[in-house]
T-cell receptor, first 112, second 115 residues
Framework: NAGVTQTPKFQVLKTGQSMTLQCAQDMNHNSMYWYRQDPGMGLRLIYYSASEGTTDKGEVPNGYNVSRLNKREFSLRLESAAPSQTSVYFC???????????FGPGTRLTVL | QQQVKQSPQSLIVQKGGISIINCAYENTAFDYFPWYQQFPGKGPALLIAIRPDVSEKKEGRFTISFNKSAKQFSLHIMDSQPGDSATYFCAATLGSGGSQGNLIFGKGTKLSVKP
């Protein structure tokens, strides 16, 4: 079992460019999450999907969109990247919101 | 309110010492309190968790102490080792599911254990 996988590992974008971060889990989990991690700010929830077919905003959703493609996959899209979106992005999954969340290895994104 | 406040931001402990990280929460409806450990370049991983029906939970060298009346909980690492050097996050959540079931994370504590 690979657990939670994320691609790419690193990405550099110019302001205004778009990109999609991919996330997949092989644990048959219902819930999936996207977080961003910035120094001194902890982990902040961007969007989550409590179950297949549903998505909802978290604490910092502005500038992002998500797609729960199927039970395994949950993607995060930046339509027009801004320097403020420079961060490390983590995808996570859990059986349900009250159970342990399993995190992927992260994507380090730099927006110039 | 939904905040979880964590202190200290950073902590330096000698090998063999006790590391203590504290968290305080505001929402009395929170009923699940996990701690996550994150090594550099890796994603966070669950270390230990507690529910408010007990005041303490111990797993090896790691102990959570929970004070419901004070709305505080803390992580104690006994006999701290250099391999414990990592960033630790406390978190809290409600049991009702929906958006209130999502984890609220503290801002993290960077622990360095000196040999």
């Amino acid at each position: 079992n690979a657990g939670v996988t994320q691609t790419p590992k690193f990405q550099v974008l110019k302001t205004g460019q778009s990109m999609t971060l991919q996330c997949a889990q092989d644990m048959n989990h219902n819930s999936m999450y996207w977080y961003r991690q910035d120094p001194g700010m902890g982990l902040r929830l961007i969007y989550y999907s409590a179950s297949e077919g549903t998505t909802d905003k978290g604490e910092v959703p502005n500038g992002y969109n998500v797609s729960r493609l199927n039970k395994r996959e949950f993607s995060l899209r930046l339509e027009s990247a801004a320097p403020s979106q420079t961060s490390v992005y983590f995808c996570a999954s859990s059986e349900d919101p009250r159970h342990e969340q399993f995190f992927g290895p992260g994507t380090r994104l730099t927006v110039l | 309110q939904q905040q979880v406040k964590q202190s200290p931001q950073s902590l330096i402990v000698q090998k063999g010492g006790i590391s203590i990280i504290n968290c305080a929460y505001e929402n009395t409806a929170f009923d699940y309190f996990p701690w996550y450990q994150q090594f550099p370049g890796k994603g966070p991983a669950l270390l230990i968790a507690i529910r408010p029906d007990v005041s303490e939970k111990k797993e090896g060298r790691f102990t959570i102490s929970f004070n419901k009346s004070a709305k505080q909980f803390s992580l104690h690492i006994m006999d701290s080792q250099p391999g414990d050097s990592a960033t630790y996050f406390c978190a809290a959540t409600l049991g009702s599911g929906g958006s209130q079931g999502n984890l609220i994370f503290g801002k993290g504590t960077k622990l360095s254990v000196k040999p």
